[in-house]
Nanobody, 121 residues
Framework: VQLQASGGGLVQAGGSLNLSCAKS????????????LGWYRQAPGKQRELVAA???????NYADSVKGRFAISRGNAKITVYLQMNSLKPEDTAVYYC????????????WGQGTLVTVSS
């Protein structure tokens, strides 16, 4: 399974972007629902960090640095997730990756290819 992330780009500080992530290609076999869908980011020279996550029951979790500015949501398809980013800051500049994680059988951990978000001051 491959995930396709999109929606990144260049935006001025204070602006907004909406990232999307969905399974790409034709389905082969059954697609089992993930336990958690998440967005991570990695800035140059830094480790990848969790930005936001949403569980199969709708519970959400955010990094302190984005609380009140970002909102994660799930789509109708089993592996579809969005990240609405408002009031963007230069420190939000990073490559953003989506992730689909399942702990039940069959387990999996799928990653998108990343989409670049650049916030200018």
């Amino acid at each position: 399974v491959q995930l396709q992330a999109s929606g990144g780009g260049l935006v001025q500080a204070g602006g907004s972007l909406n990232l999307s992530c969905a399974k790409s290609g034709s389905p082969i076999g059954v697609i089992y629902s993930p336990n958690v869908l998440g967005w991570y980011r990695q800035a140059p020279g830094k480790q990848r960090e969790l930005v936001a996550a949403i569980t199969s029951t709708g519970s959400t979790n955010y990094a302190d640095s984005v609380k009140g500015r970002f909102a994660i949501s799930r789509g109708n398809a089993k592996i579809t997730v969005y990240l609405q980013m408002n009031s963007l800051k230069p420190e939000d500049t990073a490559v953003y990756y989506c992730n689909a994680h399942r702990t039940m059988t069959p387990p999996y951990d799928y990653w998108g290819q990343g989409t670049l978000v650049t916030v200018s001051s």
